[in-house]
């Protein structure tokens, strides 16, 4: 039998470590991570980039998971999987928050929410199953567009006061969303309603949808209009525990 192809096992390392991180990674970090040369690290680099596997921040020089893979790594799963993985941990999430949940994932361009759970009182609800959300404007789509399992409008619109459409007033808060691994939407896309969420990982770590609650803001946020913690740690575990489903490493 042939043996393995080196240069196929390092950029695959290479690959698994952009997925596995929070953000941008930069030359030097994979290098020593990995104990490989630089110059050996910026040549598989650039193929990736070349192919559209690995994007390169032209700021930081800063490299990231590419469209192009991340776009393979979704197209692989069955959204009726994604919905039927996730529906043992949206009723207890539902339960745990006293808040109703969607489970969303990107169809062109847009937030499909692939699973709804109501908000466990006698309120009147409609469901949501099948409705397509703004990126932009929703916790569900914040956490598509930071973990680039999906690419921002070229005109975001704008639905409240509230709503961020300057491309750099998004890119900023999609970079908090990396730095701490969910998305807040506060009046953003419905006046008087806020949401939470966090990614569903699926294998190699890629992003393949999102889970979140969502409710009044009153309910969802204190008096100075951040997500209560409690909230947030039970989305985050409702995430993690999809994402094990999926066949996602612990982390």
Known sequence: MPGTVQSIERAA????????GSGRLGLAEISRSLDLAKGTVHGILRTLQHVGF???DRASGHYQLGAALLHLGTSYLDI??????????????AARSGEAVRIGTVLEGR???????????DTF????????????????GKVLLAYRAARPE?????FTHRTLVAAKDIATDLEKVREVGWAAEIEEYTVGQAAVAAPIRGYGGLVVGAIGVSGLVERICDSRYRPHQRLIGYVRDAARAVSRDLGAARH
Do not use: C, K, Y
């Open 154 to 158: 070229a005109s975001p619109e704008r």
């Open 111 to 121: 937030v499909l929410v692939v699973h709804h759970v109501f908000r466990p009182d």
């Open 13 to 20: 390392a290479i690959l698994r470590m952009l997925a596995g």
């Open 80 to 93: 009726n999987e994604l919905r039927s993985r996730s529906i043992n941990w949206a009723d207890p999430l």
């Open 54 to 56: 690995v994007e390169q």
């Open 125 to 140: 609800q409609t469901l949501d199953i099948g409705t397509l959300l703004p990126l932009h404007a929703t916790a569900l």
